[in-house]
């Protein structure tokens, strides 16, 4: 099925209600709104057509917290905003010339970045596909243990390609993953994305804004101010090719992080020993990137290329795994996987991974006693 007949089906989505109507054009008639796709945090996503009537998807810079529209112009909700939406504006067009650079095969391309409206947009190419959310609803369109590994391979480069120019995506999960027509990952929505040294932006807007998806974001994402690098990337990585693999994501990293911290059993199942259908070093890396520390994790995606595409250790040799092994199946135990694997335990109606705005500071006493073990754990 195209992404097309997927938005048909989408078509009731509630709209945010700010959105540009269908026929709006940008940039002097360049760019004719189609239709509204979706609103995130960050702004608001459309399908378009640009003057050759090719299809692209323009995202629209557009904070609700700060932010309303009047006949199409974006205006600051109140001059208290001004300088705010001022330099929310500046950020984005400044991350949008960023991700303009990354030209890479995996990486969604930028056709232009531009003003109109009073606020900021990119247009990009439009990925004929559907992310994995939607490809792992579908049991006709399961990936294979072969595909997997093919997609994570493709996405550590595309990963690495961004770390090694200073920048964070910030946000990966299986809905910002797109599998085009000949099933290439295409790694998308850069709207979280930061330089590596600008983790927390000037705009308390967008301090609050930071994203959490439960079971794809590490622990420290949910902690504004925390340190996050490279690895809060590949933990996001990995757990999205966690739930590839097993059918489900691993469990929420807030609620590891207080186990760990409280001394209780971490709920993370890890997926060494219980999967036939992939090496041990595969999935002991994925369990390796998922660790709740960060300095547990692998560090970069060139060093996690590298142990799984070293050649696959012989019978009886030693595989490093993750402290925590709790509720590991033996190889042995574990029942053989067919070659094409459907997610294991996927519901019927997959919803996309939810985010929610983060808090300055974690509520509750397990925020307090993941805090406070933290300190004593690093
Ligand atoms: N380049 C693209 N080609 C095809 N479809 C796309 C493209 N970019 C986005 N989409 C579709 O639009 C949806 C929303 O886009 P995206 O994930 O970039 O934004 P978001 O999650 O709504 O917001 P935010 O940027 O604020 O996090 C995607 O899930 C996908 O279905
Ligand atoms: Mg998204």
Redesign the pocket.
């Known amino acids: 099925m195209s992404?097309i007949q997927?938005i048909e089906i989408h078509d009731d989505t509630d709209s945010a209600g700010d959105e540009l109507k269908p026929g709006s054009q940008l940039l002097h008639g360049q760019y004719t709104i189609e239709r509204y796709?979706?609103?995130?945090?960050?702004?608001i996503?459309y399908l378009a057509r640009d003057s050759l009537e090719r299809r692209v998807?323009i995202?629209e810079c557009f904070l609700s917290s700060i932010c309303r529209r009047s006949h199409a112009v974006v205006y600051p909700r109140s001059r208290a905003y001004s300088k705010e939406m001022a330099a929310v504006v500046s950020l984005f067009l400044r991350e949008a010339r960023s991700l303009a650079k990354l030209v890479h095969p995996n990486i969604?391309g930028v056709h232009e970045v531009f003003e109109d409206n009073g606020t900021a947009y990119m247009a990009?190419?439009?990925?004929t596909g559907r992310?994995l959310q939607e490809v792992m609803a579908d049991p006709a369109t399961a990936l294979s243990p072969t595909e997997i590994r093919s997609v994570l391979i493709k996405l550590l480069d595309a990963v690495q390609f961004i770390h090694d120019r200073g920048m964070l995506h910030r946000?990966i999960s299986p809905?910002?993953v797109?599998l085009d027509a000949n099933r290439n990952p295409i790694l998308?929505?850069f709207?979280?994305a930061h330089d590596q040294d600008n983790a927390n932006p000037a705009s308390p807007a967008l301090s609050t804004l930071r994203?959490v998806k439960d079971g794809y974001s590490p622990q420290e994402l949910y902690v504004v101010g925390s340190e996050n690098g490279p690895w809060s990337d590949l933990y996001a990585l990995a757990a999205t090719i966690y739930r590839l693999v097993a059918g489900e994501p691993p469990p929420n990293g807030q609620l590891r992080l207080a186990a760990v911290a409280g001394a209780t059993n971490d709920p993370y199942v890890p997926l060494a020993g219980r999967f036939p259908a992939y090496d041990e070093p595969f999935l002991a890396a994925i369990d390796k990137s998922l660790q709740v520390l960060p300095k547990n994790r692998i560090q970069t995606a060139r060093d996690w290329r590298e142990m799984i595409t070293a050649p696959v250790p012989k019978t009886g040799s030693v595989v490093e795994l993750p402290p925590s092994k709790a509720g590991v199946k033996s190889a042995k135990q574990a029942a053989p996987q067919p070659e094409r694997v459907a997610p294991a335990a996927k519901p019927a109606t997959a919803k996309?991974p939810t985010?929610q705005p983060v808090p300055f500071l974690m509520g509750g006493a397990a925020a307090m006693v993941a805090v406070l073990g933290l300190l004593v754990l690093t």
């Open positions: 992404l997927h796709l979706s609103a995130g945090g960050f702004g996503t998807v995202k969604v990009l190419d439009f990925v992310d946000d809905d910002n797109l998308i929505d709207g979280a994203v996309a985010m």
